[in-house]
């Protein structure tokens, strides 16, 4: 996640989509606080680059709620 943050940016999709898996690596491996934290981040940014319909906003919003 960090090298395409550095490559691409913070808010390009394929940033975000490792973001996304990031945090369910980190919510299977029992760091469940860590992961609900990164993928608010996720949500947050999937809102403002892809909108608030787009299907990875609604599953990054879905995981948050079932997580919470």
Known sequence: METRKTKLGANHPDTLTSMNNLAFTWKDQGRHSDAIVLMEECS??????LGTGH???LSSLTAVAEWS
């Open 55 to 57: 299907p990875d906003t």
């Open 44 to 49: 947050q940014a999937r809102q403002r680059v």
